[in-house]
């Protein structure tokens, strides 16, 4: 009898032990993970709404420079400007305010700034320029010793480049650049660039104008990185 007894109490804790092992599985077994939905958001590079160019860097050599404007018709700096050929852009295409280079003599006006790109990115902007001589491209943006040259290029170059550089090995891609034949006005209009390449890596955006043949007034507005594939 007690024998019995012993095994039938045997059963039953077995029994038990399965069951509390059962229910034990039940509730610790972890959740499943949640799916990562985060998406990446577009990212305002500049829309120049502040007024200012103080999140640049500007290098300038010769005539003229850029500047924050918001009148097509005035020179956002008079001193500067070439009276004979009177300041006449498009007004900002975005907002109040809008970059352009201004001059009153030949020279080469570089603005830029570093840029990471903690994702997988387009680059959109609106390029526009007036240009008061004929458009030359040569592989330089020297305005004194490279003979005609008038040209608006926007390029990514890597950080530690030359800034006034356009060697292949410098230049990551280019975005924008004017060519021989191209219209003298260019209205607004947007420019995009695909620069998923270099995710993870900082980059330069460098806004290069170059003239010796007359005034080119380079312009740029609504610089920001939208999500690849959006």
């Known amino acids: 009898m007690p024998d019995n007894t012993q095994r039938s109490l045997g059963a039953a804790l077995s029994r038990c032990k399965r069951a509390w092992f059962c229910g034990l599985l039940i509730f610790s077994t972890p959740p499943i993970p949640a799916t990562h939905t985060q998406e ?3 990212i305002v590079i500049d829309d120049f709404e502040s007024g200012t160019l103080t999140s640049w860097k500007i290098e300038r050599s010769g005539a003229g420079g850029w500047f924050v404007y918001t009148n097509g018709k005035t020179s956002p ?3 500067e400007s070439d009276p004979n050929v009177p300041f006449a852009v498009p007004d900002p295409p975005q907002g109040k305010f809008a970059a352009v280079t201004d001059m009153n003599g030949p020279g080469r006006r570089i603005l830029y700034r570093d840029v990471k790109l903690d994702g997988r990115y387009t680059l959109h902007l609106t390029v526009f320029y007036v240009n008061a001589g004929p458009l030359t491209s040569p592989d330089s943006l020297d305005y004194e010793n490279a003979g005609e040259n008038q040209q608006y290029r926007i ?9 006034d550089s356009v060697a292949a090995t410098h230049v990551l891609t280019n975005v924008f650049r004017t060519s021989p034949g191209d219209a003298d006005i260019r209205q607004p209009s947007p420019v995009t660039v695909d620069l998923s390449k270099w995710e993870g890596q900082t980059v330069r ?4 104008g170059v003239d010796n043949r007359g005034p080119l007034r380079a312009g740029v507005d609504d610089i920001r990185l939208e999500p690849a594939g959006k």
């Open 40 to 42: 990446q958001k577009a």
């Open 205 to 208: 955006l460098r806004l290069a």
């Open 155 to 163: 390029d990514i170059v890597a950080p530690a480049a030359p800034i």
């Open 77 to 79: 700096n008079p001193a």
